[in-house]
Nanobody
Framework: VQLVESGGGLVQAGGSPRLSCAAS????????MGWYRQAPGKQRELVAA????????NYEDPVKGRFTISRDNAKNTMYLKMNSLKPEDTAVYYC???????????????WGQGTQVTVSS
């Protein structure tokens, strides 16, 4: 499974960009997906997660009510709509997918390369 994020960049506080994560490869093996972020000097943290069919989502407290995670399995793409951005949302945002590695028959985490989101005040 390969994951490629897009949609980051420099955004003013209060802005509402949308990140995308395009999956390729063994996409049928993908189960849950999520968005993580890593700010300078901090550990990578979960932002939001979504189940395989998109019927259930989870958000961490800092983004609840402002971010919306979704996925379009027909397009093999996951999204993160971010509203009311704050400077503290500045980070590299990573796409994550939990998928079956058919070579080892184990569930494995796959990661994208990350996309930078910088929020200016």
């Amino acid at each position: 499974v390969q994951l490629v994020e897009s949609g980051g960049g420099l955004v003013q506080a209060g802005g509402s960009p949308r990140l995308s994560c395009a999956a390729s490869g063994s996409t049928l093996s993908i189960n849950a997906m999520g968005w993580y972020r890593q700010a300078p000097g901090k550990q990578r943290e979960l932002v939001a997660a979504i189940t395989s069919g998109g019927g259930s989502t989870n958000y961490e407290d800092p983004v609840k009510g402002r971010f919306t995670i979704s996925r379009d399995n027909a397009k093999n793409t996951m999204y993160l709509k971010m509203n009311s951005l704050k400077p503290e949302d500045t980070a590299v945002y990573y796409c994550n997918a939990l998928a079956l590695d058919t070579s080892t028959a184990t569930m494995t985490d796959y990661w994208g390369q990350g996309t930078q989101v910088t929020v200016s005040s």
